[in-house]
Nanobody, 125 residues
Framework: QVQLVQSGGGLVQVGGSLRLSCAAS????????MGWFRQPPGKEREFVAA????????SYATSVRGRFTISRDNAKNTVYLQMNSLKPEDTAVYYC??????????????????WGQGTQVTVSS
């Protein structure tokens, strides 16, 4: 069992930056494939980014590539999402997620076993 506790987020102006953190309980964090998803208001949840166990492999949604960076620190049991050049369309509740195995499709939420509580990110223009 893994518990994911998120921090960060909040209100930022267009073009600003935020960093989200997701701290995991347990001793086996390095064995989990991690992802970030978001749910904009009135829309479905969507994939944002994913990172493999050692952090050597990452993947991004087209909408955030080049602006967002996912990283992990296995010694701190934490995965991060650095968000730069934020746009109003980035406004959403952001969730981190953990998978015990490599998801068949890491872009789908159904491939993950554990979820953080969610954190609001609002980008104002």
């Amino acid at each position: 069992q893994v518990q994911l506790v998120q921090s960060g987020g909040g209100l930022v102006q267009v073009g600003g930056s935020l960093r989200l953190s997701c701290a995991a309980s347990g001793r086996t964090f390095s064995s989990y494939f991690m992802g970030w998803f978001r749910q904009p208001p009135g829309k479905e949840r969507e994939f944002v980014a994913a990172i493999a166990w050692s952090g050597g492999s990452t993947s991004y949604a087209t909408s955030v590539r080049g602006r967002f960076t996912i990283s992990r620190d296995n010694a701190k049991n934490t995965v991060y999402l650095q968000m730069n050049s934020l746009k109003p369309e980035d406004t959403a509740v952001y969730y981190c997620a953990a998978s015990k195995n490599l998801p068949r499709n890491y872009g789908l939420g159904s491939g993950y076993d554990y979820w953080g509580q969610g954190t609001q990110v609002t980008v104002s223009s």
